[in-house]
């Protein structure tokens, strides 16, 4: 690199810390006092006069802002209420056991009734075996519960299929409950 190149790159470098550093703001917007169009300062909700009622020409109405609840409707909900959502494997496996089918067809009704829903399936092992093979087989996991919601009836581009392996652990004791707690698939509604 020439001596002019190396001016050139200094000179930019330069140039974008100039332009970054004038960016740079040192107002903290939460000090900032809340003026109204007059110029008085307000530090509380403002009540703002209405226009005038019946019998009331002066009346001043409280216009804060109220928060709102809204239950989900149906179709809306992040998936069927009360349905498990995590799905427990043997060691070394990625068969489903019996005891799950009732939340996989719980999940596969709500996905075939709500064809904009998406779901993810998220496959987990416990801390035993190499990380290759734990990615591999936590997504034959998450592929096993994609499979056979699509068995019956859910559209694949519904259902995403990801592995985690061993990265994501919900208990990091070394026992075998905890091993048991980690061999799992989550579903995760989007």
Do not use: W
């Not at 939340?103 to 075939?112: C, E, N």
């Amino acid at each position: 690199m020439n001596l002019l190149q190396r001016i050139a790159k200094i000179l930019a470098t330069s140039v974008a810390v100039a332009i970054l550093a004038a960016c740079a703001s040192t107002v903290k917007l939460d000090d900032v006092p809340v003026v109204d169009a007059k110029g008085v300062g307000v530090s509380a909700p403002m009540a703002v006069p209405s226009t005038p009622a019946q019998g009331q020409p002066n009346a001043v109405v409280d216009r804060t802002v109220q928060p709102v609840t809204v239950a989900p409707a149906a179709s809306e909900a992040a998936g069927p209420i009360g349905v498990a959502r995590v799905i427990l494997f043997d060691y070394d496996s990625f068969s489903i056991k019996a005891e799950y089918q009732n939340a996989i067809d719980a999940h596969a009704r709500f996905l075939t009734a709500n064809r904009g829903r998406r779901l993810a399936v998220e496959g987990h092992t416990d801390e035993r075996g190499g990380r290759e093979y734990n990615l591999a087989l936590g997504q034959n996991r998450a592929e096993a519960v994609r499979r056979a919601l699509a068995l019956l009836g859910v559209q694949d581009a519904q259902v995403e299929a990801v592995s985690f392996g061993e990265e994501k652990p919900v208990d990091t004791a070394n026992t075998e409950q905890a091993y048991a707690k980690n061999r799992r698939a989550e579903l995760t509604y989007r």
